[in-house]
């Protein structure tokens, strides 16, 4: 079974230009999570789809950052502009349901310059 | 908010136990473990939930306090496979937080 899948690996950006993140889940899954994970930290939630729906985007700084899970399937992640402080890894979950075991895919590490 | 994990950091030699504590100050509803090495994903351990019974995985097994509010993960006869940072993940009010980790080092 293939795992969850994110491209590209590794982004470097300057300031203020725009970076697009994409991941596909594992085949069935309903639940589709985009974290982001700084240096020694924990991931931190950006925002769970169920299915097509954005169910929890409290955490998304929605003044640069947006988010589409066409279908139901794969999710796109984008910011712009990006800011310095954006600098971290990206990484995409998926699950069965909300209280499953996630299973995360490598991530994407964004920096910028 | 989110949990606290403790130790911060331990080394282990081989073959030695490990015991990492999770605690939120508000109530749960399930707990979450995972696992990362250094420049991988998050790897899934296990789940406790709420009323649930205590899980374990090979020699790595957890339980879950209700009343206290936390959570404590057992290795046993650590293996140096079982390196790699912990983070517990509470579950309340329908999100996932996940705490700072606990870095754990075997040494052979």
């Known amino acids: 079974e293939a795992g969850v899948v994110q491209s590209p690996r590794y982004k470097i950006i300057e300031k203020k230009q725009p970076v697009a993140f994409w991941c596909n889940p594992i085949s069935g899954h309903n639940t589709l999570y985009w974290y982001l994970q700084n240096l020694g930290q924990g991931p931190e939630l950006l925002i769970r789809?169920?299915?097509?729906?954005?169910?929890?985007d409290s955490q998304l700084p929605k003044d640069r950052f947006s988010a589409e899970r066409l279908k139901g399937v794969d999710s796109t992640l984008k910011i712009q502009p990006a800011e310095l402080g954006d600098s971290a890894v990206y990484l995409c979950a998926s699950s069965w349901e909300r209280d499953s075991e996630q299973y995360f895919g490598p991530g994407t590490r964004l920096t910028v310059t | 908010q989110q949990p606290v994990q403790s130790p911060q950091a331990v080394i282990l030699r081989e073959g030695e136990d490990a015991v990492i504590n999770c605690s939120s100050s508000?109530?749960?509803?399930?707990v979450h473990w995972y696992r990362q090495k250094h420049g991988e994903a998050p790897v899934f351990l296990m789940i406790l939930l709420k009323g649930g019974e205590q899980k374990g995985h090979d020699k790595i097994s957890a339980s879950f306090n209700e009343k206290k509010q936390q959570s404590s993960l057992y290795l046993t006869a650590s293996q140096l496979s079982y390196s790699g940072t912990y983070f517990c993940g509470t579950d309340r009010d329908d999100k996932i937080i996940f705490g700072k980790g606990t870095r754990l080092h075997i040494l052979p």
């Open positions: 508000k109530a749960l509803y399930s």
């Open positions: 789809y169920e299915n097509e729906e954005a169910v929890d």
